[in-house]
């Protein structure tokens, strides 16, 4: 089971980026995710009519490690690490580790 879904809150812990917070638009691949707002870069790119696109500097966002990222705990306001545990009827679930609440409700 993944620590970071799609559609998670994260806080970014280090690089340019260190301290803000966005969800999780999607997993990139196995150690890379795109988070909304975070990591933008500007992109030169030309115009083609045949697909309606503009040319010019776009802003864009790019994937980060999946390690400069984590879950957001709303119950402490921080960033929080993430464990997974087993349930008795055989679920696995997401908890944050500070206080065992549950991810996943």
Known sequence: MRRIKKGDNVIVTT???KGRRGSVLRL???EHVLVEGVNKVKKHQKPNPMKNNTGGIIDKEMPIHISKVMLF???TQKA???GVKVLDDGR???YF???GEMVDA
């Open 15 to 17: 690089g340019k980026d």
């Open 28 to 30: 990139v691949d196995a």
């Open 73 to 75: 705990n709303p119950t």
């Open 80 to 82: 929080d690490r993430v």
């Open 92 to 94: 696995r679930v997401r």
């Open 97 to 99: 580790k500070s206080n």
